[in-house]
């Protein structure tokens, strides 16, 4: 809820969320709903089957990848709602591969969904933000974009870039009555090992087997990160793992690379 423009009590949240047909991003759609919150949905597919989310949310195809798609969900909500009070991009793909490996296509790809499908959102975004003096953003980065390690230099970089992109944002918003949060989590079992398609298969297959294996829920996550934005964090780290690596590489910083050149020494040697 959020108090009323006009002081007469309160009203729902308008939230908009990417990628949001499954894992993490159903996770965050659940858990706004259950707030009691107007939600829409967006994925990047036509329809979503009947069923998977809650009563109530509405669901538009949103291509994070396409300016056209972020006019479309901009004006929909300017027209249904009169405009947004949160924003969540969570919408993402996986890769992994060393760095003689992944081909200038494979960086393209994920660069466009990762970090730009996140800069779109905020460029949509921030002008009805601004104008309102209120709203908030709330941007699903990743342990990696804290803390590299090997043979998955693209999607770390695409996750350090949502990292850097939410800092600056937090200090060009917040004069003007805007929030914004990172949420940085560890392995969770979703889907996302799914969107793995790369040429390094080897380099993938580890992270593959992560994904799939991790006793960790979305709906566990989501708490955690919805718990970490109500204390207003901006990095919201969700596991033991996010705080080891988070200030493990801030205040032992040589120990932190022994233990990443050691990670990179074990994957060189299993080099074909
Ligand atoms: N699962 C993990 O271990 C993990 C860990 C850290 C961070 N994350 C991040 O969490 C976010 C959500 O991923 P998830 O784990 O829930 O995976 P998921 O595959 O279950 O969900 C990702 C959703 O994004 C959608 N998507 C992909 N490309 C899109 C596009 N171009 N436009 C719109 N939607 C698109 C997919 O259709 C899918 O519904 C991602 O940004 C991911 O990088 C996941």
Not at 78 to 107: H, K, P, Q, Y
Not at 252 to 271: C, D, I, M
Request: glycine letters at 10%; charged letters at 20%; a positive charge.
């Amino acid at each position: 809820m959020r108090p009323a423009a006009d002081g007469s009590g309160t009203v729902r949240e308008r939230v908009l969320i990417t990628g949001a047909a499954s894992g993490l991003g159903l996770g965050f759609v659940e858990w706004y709903a259950a707030a009691g919150a107007q939600v829409l949905a967006t994925d990047v597919a036509h329809v979503v089957p009947a069923g998977v989310l809650p009563v109530g949310v509405e669901y538009r195809r949103l291509d994070v990848t396409s300016d056209e798609d972020w006019t479309v969900a901009r004006d929909w909500v300017t027209e249904t709602w009169g405009g947004l009070d949160v924003l969540v991009n969570n919408a993402g793909v996986a890769a992994g591969g060393r760095i003689d490996r992944l081909t200038m296509a494979e960086w393209d790809w994920i660069l466009d969904i990762n970090l730009l499908g996140v800069v779109r959102g905020c460029r949509t975004f921030a002008p009805g933000f601004i104008a309102a003096r209120s709203g908030r953003i709330i941007n699903v980065a990743s342990v990696a974009g804290l803390a590299q390690a090997p043979v998955m230099s693209s999607y770390n970089v695409t996750k350090a870039g949502v990292v850097a992109l939410s800092e600056t944002l937090l200090h060009e918003l917040r004069p003007h009555g805007i929030s914004v949060h990172v949420v940085c989590p560890y392995f969770v079992r979703t889907n996302l090992a799914q969107s793995l398609r790369g040429t390094d298969t080897d380099a993938e297959a580890a992270a593959y087997d992560r994904i799939g294996r991790s006793r960790r829920t979305p709906e566990l996550v989501v708490r955690r990160a919805m718990a970490g934005v109500a204390a207003g964090r901006f990095v919201v780290l969700t596991e033991a793992m996010g705080r080891v690596a988070f200030w493990g590489k801030r205040l032992a910083a040589p120990l932190y690379h022994r233990v990443l050149v050691e990670a990179g020494r074990q994957t060189a040697k299993s080099r074909d």
